[in-house]
């Protein structure tokens, strides 16, 4: 039994598809197919479902994963000790990260990152369903870190490290009834017409909690992916926005407005699996991500 033909099941299973592992691992998929069928003939297992739509772990399979992934933990473990020998990290990295989110200077911190450590590979990735997409793909071991916004305590097999967070604040057309006023009391938003993320992003989840827990029943008619288009919908009368302070600076042609009685800090942290001990490069990013957000330990 090879480490390769582990890492090649590996990414199968976590991928559930061939041709996405085999971009991954940046082989083609003949090789990918080849070392899962030797290692099935050495176990003398078949240990993926190649029938269905999607390929699934057959129940030898779901016996190996949690084995195999020990075993490329301990051959990484032992790279990294010695590459740190040789003075400097190897590998890549698989990072998370949220669009439209200006809390973090995520350029400036990836490139400090690979200015320390030049031969590790950074990949990012951005999950079209938001925070709790990422949560998925981290959950998967399709990533190692993810930036998210996840309100409330954390997913199951989810550690967090909580960063900062930003504010909500209510936008509106400027020749909105609402638009004289400081504050608005979220019980007398019911009705109206919401612009906001789908469903899966944190500030959605965080506005969908806040008005169940005010008893309040909420519309959203336009849903947007990227938040800093936000005050351009509201500007244009499309409905009002629950938005974070760093999308409002500059903005013109509409009105902002602090909501009460209701809980609207939005958090960001950054998520780990907690079922896997991260590797080198990885606890390198978690330093400096503590110490760019100044969080001890």
Do not use: C
Not at 56 to 82: F, S, W
Not at 146 to 154: I, R, T
């Amino acid at each position: 039994m090879e480490l390769r033909q582990l890492e090649y099941f590996v990414a199968v299973a976590e991928e559930q598809h061939f041709s996405r592992a085999a971009v991954r691992l940046h082989v083609v998929q003949s090789a990918v197919s080849a070392a899962i069928k030797a290692l099935e003939r050495e176990l003398g297992a078949q240990l993926l479902d190649r029938n269905a739509k999607r390929v699934l772990l057959t129940d030898a399979g779901t016996a190996l994963l949690p084995r195999a992934r020990i075993a490329l933990d301990a051959a990484r473990d032992a790279r990294d000790a010695v590459d740190e020998v040789r003075g400097g990290l190897r590998g890549t990295l698989r990072l998370g990260v949220l669009t439209s989110i200006r809390l973090l200077d995520l350029p400036a911190l990836l490139g400090e990152y690979h200015r320390r450590h030049p031969d590790v590979l950074l990949q990012t990735t951005a999950a079209p369903s938001g925070s709790l997409g990422l949560v998925e793909r981290l959950t998967d071991h399709r990533l190692d870190l993810a930036f998210v916004s996840l309100p409330g305590p954390p997913p199951p097999g989810i550690r967090l490290i909580d960063l900062t967070s930003a504010q909500l604040r209510l936008v509106v057309p400027a020749d909105h009834p609402l638009a004289g006023r400081a504050t608005v009391p979220i019980t007398e938003l019911g009705g109206m017409e919401f612009i906001d993320s789908p469903v899966g992003f944190g500030n959605r989840t965080l506005a969908d909690r806040a008005f169940a827990a005010a008893g309040v029943r909420r519309r959203v008619t336009i849903e947007i992916s990227d938040i800093g288009t936000g005050p351009g919908y509201a500007e244009h009368g499309l409905g009002i926005a629950l938005l974070p302070d760093f999308v409002l600076q500059g903005v013109t042609g509409v009105a902002v407005l602090e909501v009460t009685g209701a809980d609207l800090q939005w958090p960001m942290s950054l998520a780990i699996p907690a079922d896997r001990a991260p590797g080198a490069a990885t606890r390198a990013l978690i330093a400096l991500v503590r110490a760019v957000f100044r969080n001890p330990e």
